[in-house]
């Protein structure tokens, strides 16, 4: 009897979720990315198993598609899921052009460092991504810079213990962002080519990231 039970609610909670979506918007959507990709009704539908006709109904706006179906949609036309979902892709602003706006991202699941050089809806392992809050902490993790001729040796004073590290080092100036990718267990130091006036951000699994300005004179 549970199981029926959960089974009838499952069925009721997609009608609910079917009954809130527009699906005029959604069919016209579909039909804008399938053309974008070149693809036919036909193409599309083969791809998912089903029937040409079905295709052209949610073009139409004539019923939504069954919710089993839309990981596979979101895939095949390469939009998310969620934006399909609402029959609208957001569009971003477009790039300024000055890399300082950079925003950086860890994906919470699988550690994935994923960059942006402006607002950016960044997803990973089906989750959205969440731009990090860079905090001056100068105090917690000090930074010794060492010149030379053609590069500058980095020296973060932090843990680099399994549970408590530093994941990544980022030299960000007007026009590049120079990352390296750090590990537990290694020395917390980093060489980058002698650049001037950019700032350094590290991030470090427990406090997060941390921004430092004047290492660099310009």
Same mark, same amino acid.
């Not at 100036?173 to 950019?198: A, W």
């Given at each position: 009897?549970?199981? =029926? ?10 009608? +609910? @979720?079917?009954? !809130? ?27 998912? $198993? ?8 949610? &073009? ?27 029959? &609208? ?20 699941? !699988? $550690? ?11 997803? !990973? !392992?089906?989750?959205?991504? +969440?731009? =990090? ?11 010794? /810079? &060492? ?13 680099? @213990?399994? +549970? ?20 537990? +267990? ?11 006036? $950019?700032?350094?951000? /590290?991030?470090? /699994? ?7 300005e004047g290492l660099f004179f310009a």
């Open positions: 009897m549970l199981f =029926l039970q959960t089974v009838g609610t499952i069925k009721q909670m997609k009608q +609910e @979720r079917k009954m !809130c979506m527009d699906c005029a918007k959604i069919g016209a959507l579909i039909a804008a990315l399938r053309k974008e990709k070149g693809l036919t009704q036909k193409a599309l539908a083969n791809q998912l $198993g089903i029937s040409n006709k079905t295709v052209s109904k949610w &073009e139409c706006g004539q019923g939504c598609a069954d919710l089993s179906y839309w990981p596979q949609l979101s895939a095949i036309l390469g939009v998310d899921i969620g934006q399909m979902m609402e029959g &609208e892709i957001t569009v971003n602003q477009p790039d300024s052009g000055n890399i300082r706006q950079v925003r950086f991202y860890v994906c919470p699941m !699988c $550690g994935n460092i994923l960059v942006s050089t402006g607002s950016a809806a960044v997803f !990973c !392992c089906g989750r959205k991504a +969440e731009a =990090l809050t860079a905090i001056d902490s100068a105090e917690n993790a000090p930074v010794t /810079v &060492e010149e030379s001729d053609i590069d500058y040796y980095i020296t973060v004073d932090h843990p680099m @213990r399994k +549970e408590h590290y530093l994941s990544f080092a980022a030299y960000v100036s007007y026009d590049r962002v120079i990352l390296t990718r750090l590990y537990p +267990e290694q020395s917390p130091c980093i060489r980058i080519p002698l650049c001037k006036g $950019g700032k350094l951000y /590290v991030y470090c /699994v427990e406090d997060g990231l941390m921004c430092y």
